[in-house]
Nanobody, 121 residues
Framework: QVQLVEWGGGLVQPGGSLTLSCAATGVIFSIGPMAWYRQAPGKQRELVAQ???????HYADSAKGRFTISRDNAKDTVALQMDSLKPEDTAVYYC???????????????WGQGTQVTVSS
């Protein structure tokens, strides 16, 4: 059973930092692009950052210059370093990736359970 396990959320003051981590567990043949999304109360889920297997990254405008996404292909993990956090960054953060468990089958989209990030004084 493949799953994505997240950790690292919490309460932080404005201007502070947090690092979110996500690990893919189970029988995995390959992993595609890995990404972090977030969903604030009353809002749609939005892409925060994405990283390809090659290390190429893409950031939402709101994350540029403050957030850094990274991945460890050997460990099947992805992390999101968040600096200079603002109250508007408050949301549930989800990791997401496409995983192929068997080379004869198509990949499937997986989501983590979500981790709460609250930025407040």
């Amino acid at each position: 059973q493949v799953q994505l396990v997240e950790w690292g959320g919490g309460l932080v003051q404005p201007g502070g930092s947090l690092t979110l981590s996500c690990a893919a567990t189970g029988v995995i043949f390959s992993i595609g692009p890995m990404a972090w999304y977030r969903q604030a109360p009353g809002k749609q889920r939005e892409l925060v950052a994405q990283i390809l297997f090659s290390g190429t990254t893409h950031y939402a405008d709101s994350a540029k210059g403050r957030f850094t996404i990274s991945r460890d292909n050997a460990k099947d993990t992805v992390a999101l370093q968040m600096d200079s956090l603002k109250p508007e960054d408050t949301a549930v953060y989800y990791c997401n990736t496409m995983i192929i468990t068997n080379p004869t089958m198509m990949g499937r989209d997986y989501w983590g359970q979500g981790t709460q990030v609250t930025v407040s004084s």
